[in-house]
């Protein structure tokens, strides 16, 4: 049981560092990033509410664009 326990502890705090970076790797979509569909700039235009990014996309976006303007 001794030996197991040096061993263990870390591998377990490895495995919640790999799956914590998993699943933010998915995603680029920054907290403060607010897309809104601003319909009365166009029917496909989004624009962000926290930072004034503006873009066209069928989707909103995932990225974001602050720097991109």
Do not use: N
């Amino acid at each position: 049981m001794h030996v197991i326990m040096p061993i263990l502890i870390p591998l377990l705090l490895i495995g919640v560092f790999a799956v914590l970076w998993f699943s933010r790797r998915g995603s680029t979509l920054t907290q403060a990033c607010r897309w809104r569909l601003d319909r009365a700039a166009g029917p496909e235009v989004w624009r962000c509410a926290v930072c004034g990014a503006q873009t066209t996309s069928a989707r909103a976006p995932r990225d974001c664009l602050r720097d991109a303007g």
